[in-house]
């Protein structure tokens, strides 16, 4: 047969057809793009996990779960929460680059510092963020944002004749045998030392716990809400306390042994004497970014969220504490206890004094 001879190419189409097939099936699976489109702008799809985040918190979940369910109703963004009750800067350091977490929820100043100074959170730029949060409540290079307030009141006897009050008055020899107070050892207590530091310097604290320590009916020991029990019991006539207690003491069932403790006492929000600016101690629970959230755009929107009137309004009503943000309507039982001036003193301040806080209540026994 001749080179070239027409005889051949049947057999040459017949080993193209696999290939022209294959070609056709190609093109019949390709999405049809209208004319004049750009291929370009096709959306992608969203990436797995895009309308989600991780929460990791030290708060207790019922705190929370009001707050993130009202997030998620109305982003459409599912909070996946981890509670962490213990170790929270372990759990971070165990997991390092591969951690889930994009938000970090936490109380205590000095808890949520640690966390920033321990390279676990991300700076955030957010005008909604710096709009809502004065400065003093939150990290200079957005860092941690405070959320809700937990100011450190006097619990009085309802009829005791007593109208003001400053921390600096806890020492006082009249109030000998008539102060209650949990651990000085207490990260609430601690916080509250640390501040008298900063006003006042570490020697006149250390008198003034002494003076504090003179004046206990009784160990320092138990929590926020036993010094309302023991008011009420007649051991002692004053205690120090968070404010938020009493919210939920107040809104206890009538007749229940907590309403009862709740409705025996008076809240007085004392000052710091002698100090320009200086107003009621306040703690804070809030929350950061982590350092390598793989949602860092949620978690940024959840942050923004807890600081919208709505979830402050929540932390108000529901959880009884102070919202970060003015201009919010407060619980009943809260808005009782008058206008609450923040002691002005940068919360940094608190979080630096903490271990010579920690070393004064050991110098002078406190809790022994």
Known sequence: MRAGSDSTRPLFEIARLPVLLLSLLLV??????????????????EPAGSRELNLYTTREPGLVQPLLEGFTAETG?????????????????AEGERSPADVLM?????NLIDLVDAGHTQPVASTVLDAAIPAHLRGADGQWFALSLRD???YADKDLALDGFAYEDLAKPEWKGKVCIRSGQHPYNISLIAAMIAHHGVAET??????????L?????????????????????????????????????????QRQWGDAIKVIRPVFSGVENGGTHVNISGAAVARYAPNKDNAVTLLEYLV??????????????YPAKSGVELDAVVQSFGPLKIDSLP?????????????LVDRVGFDN
């Open 206 to 215: 250390e008198t003034w716990l002494r003076g504090v320590k003179a004046n």
């Open 77 to 93: 963004i599912k909070v996946n929460t981890v509670f962490v009750r213990d170790g929270l800067p372990e759990k971070l350091r």
């Open 152 to 154: 450190r009141v006097l």
């Open 106 to 110: 936490t109380v205590d100043t000095g």
């Open 308 to 321: 919208s009137d709505e979830a402050q309004s929540l932390y108000a009503k529901a959880n009884y504490e």
């Open 347 to 359: 919360l940094t301040e608190l979080a630096a004094n903490r271990k010579q806080a920690s070393e």
């Open 28 to 45: 019949a699976c390709q999405p049809s793009i209208p004319a004049g489109s750009d291929a370009a702008t096709t959306p992608a799809p």
């Open 217 to 257: 009916a009784r160990a320092a020991a138990g929590g926020d809400r036993e010094v309302a029990r023991d008011i009420l019991g007649g051991i002692c006539q004053i205690g120090i306390a968070n404010a938020y207690y009493v919210g939920r003491m107040k809104n206890e069932p009538e007749g229940s042994e």
